[in-house]
């Protein structure tokens, strides 16, 4: 199946919303950075609902076709990357994220509205 990146967000988002994640941002990188398309940002409030949130996704992107192309840090769910392609997601653990804060540090994207 060829999901566009616009779906594969969609998907991501709506896996992380159904397993109660935080805070759950979309970062447009088009014209921003090559890296992907998307940064889906989240995160959860153990590590049990990290590995949780990830788990969720990694169901649905696999019913829906979508190659998962690489996956970090689920041992220690502290800041656990998904890389869908197009669509980099980053769930974090609450104490994780506020000290990173990456939606600063790509402050030059543009935020993705959810109607």
């Known amino acids: 199946m060829n999901n566009s990146p616009e779906q594969v967000m969609s ?3 709506a896996a992380a919303e159904d397993k109660k994640a935080y805070d759950v941002v979309t970062l447009d990188l088009k014209g921003v950075s090559l890296i992907a398309d998307y940064f889906v940002i989240c995160h959860g409030n153990s590590e049990t609902q990290v590995q949780a949130i990830v788990s969720e996704v990694r169901k649905r992107a ?22 869908l392609g197009d669509v980099v997601m980053h769930v974090f653990h609450r104490d994780d994220r506020e000290y990173y804060n990456i939606e600063r540090l790509w402050s030059d994207a543009k935020v993705v509205e959810r109607v």
Do not use: S
């Open 62 to 83: 696999d019913e829906a076709g979508v190659r998962i192309r690489g996956l970090e840090g689920m041992e220690t769910a502290r800041w656990v990357l998904l890389d």
């Open 11 to 13: 998907l991501a988002v």
